[in-house]
C-alpha cells in the first residue's frame, strides 16, 4: 500500500510538473499541437519503473526503501520491442516481439590428476545456452476526453522455443589409467570430487506456445504524445514442451573401457488460464 501510495504521488508531481497546458475541446493545447495520437501514427512503449525510481530518489520520497535501483531498464524477463500504428483516431493495431538468446560460460579448476604436482590444476568447463522467441499481435478501441484515454482490446500471443542445450567438458579425461577422474559435480559453488560416472551433454526441449488475451487499460498525456498508462489482461495460453534428453560417460569396470549413456527427457504440455499484471506496472508510450 506505501509502494502505490508513493508511485500515485510521484505521478501527481511529474503531471503538474509537465501539464501546465490546458486541454482544448478539440484536443489541441493552447499552442495548437494536437495532443492524442490520430490515424497514421506510430507509437514506441517502454517499463516506466525507471523513470519512476529515479523521480523517487530525486524527490527523496523513497528513503531508499520503497523504490528499485533506477540506474537501468529490465530488458532480461519478458521485455519487448513494442509498438502501435493507428488505423484511425481511436482504434490501433498493437505488437510485441522478443527475441531472447543466452550462452554462459563457467570454468572451475580441479587438481590435474596427470602430474606429479599436487598443486597442479586443469580446468572443467561447462556451457549453458539457449533461446526463446515471443511474438504478440492484437486490436484495440480507446475512447475518452482530453488527455484521459481508456482502451480495451484482444490480442494473439505465440511462443516458440525456451529450450537449453548444456555441454560439459572435462580436464581429466575418463581412461584406464585414471578411471575415477577429479571432477565439478557443482560448478556454482566450484565443488569437485573423484567419480566414474558424469554428465557430459543435457538438452532440455524448448516447445511452442499460444494463447490469446483480453485487456483494458489507461494512458494519461502528460506532453502532446507522451503518455503514461497501465493495462491488466486476461486469457489462456497453451504450452506444448517436446522431449529432450541426457547423455552420461561412465567407466565400465567390466569391459575396462569408457562407454556412454543416453536417456530422454519425457514431454510435457500445460494450459494457462488468468489474469496478469497484478503488480500494477505504468509504462511510458512515445507517438509520432
Excluded: C
Amino acid at each position: 500500500m506505501k509502494k502505490l501510495l508513493t508511485i500515485l504521488t510521484v505521478v501527481f508531481f511529474t503531471t503538474n510538473l509537465f501539464s501546465q497546458e490546458e486541454t482544448t475541446n478539440n484536443a489541441v493545447n493552447k499552442h495548437g499541437v494536437s495532443i492524442l495520437p490520430q490515424a497514421g501514427d506510430f507509437a514506441v512503449g517502454i517499463d516506466a519503473g525507471p523513470l519512476f525510481n529515479l523521480a523517487g530518489n530525486l524527490m527523496k520520497i523513497n528513503n531508499g526503501y520503497t523504490f528499485n535501483d533506477p540506474m537501468a531498464f529490465n530488458f532480461v524477463s519478458g521485455s519487448s520491442i513494442y509498438g502501435k500504428y493507428f488505423l484511425a483516431d481511436n482504434a490501433a493495431v498493437r505488437a510485441r516481439f522478443d527475441i531472447n538468446m543466452n550462452s554462459e560460460t563457467l570454468n572451475n579448476f580441479v587438481a590435474d590428476d596427470g602430474s606429479t604436482d599436487p598443486e597442479a590444476l586443469i580446468t572443467d568447463t561447462r556451457v549453458v545456452s539457449g533461446g526463446e522467441v515471443n511474438l504478440g499481435i492484437g486490436y484495440e478501441l480507446r475512447r475518452g476526453k482530453g488527455r484521459l484515454q481508456a482502451f480495451y482490446g484482444a490480442e494473439v500471443n505465440l511462443m516458440f522455443g525456451g529450450n537449453t542445450n548444456i555441454v560439459y567438458t572435462y580436464g581429466n579425461a575418463m581412461s584406464t589409467t585414471d578411471s575415477i577422474p577429479t571432477t565439478t559435480i557443482d560448478f556454482e559453488n566450484g565443488i569437485s570430487t573423484t567419480t566414474s560416472a558424469r554428465t557430459t551433454e543435457a538438452k532440455y526441449a524448448g516447445g511452442f506456445g499460444a494463447g490469446l488475451r483480453g485487456f483494458v487499460g489507461v494512458e494519461y498525456f502528460v506532453f502532446p504524445n507522451i503518455s503514461f498508462g497501465g493495462e491488466f489482461g486476461w486469457g489462456f495460453m497453451y504450452n506444448s514442451v517436446g522431449e529432450g534428453s541426457v547423455t552420461n560417460e561412465f567407466w565400465d569396470f567390466t569391459t575396462h573401457a569408457r562407454d556412454t549413456h543416453t536417456h530422454p527427457i519425457a514431454g510435457s504440455e500445460g494450459f494457462d488460464l488468468g489474469t496478469d499484471n497484478l503488480g500494477g506496472n505504468i509504462y511510458m508510450m512515445i507517438h509520432f
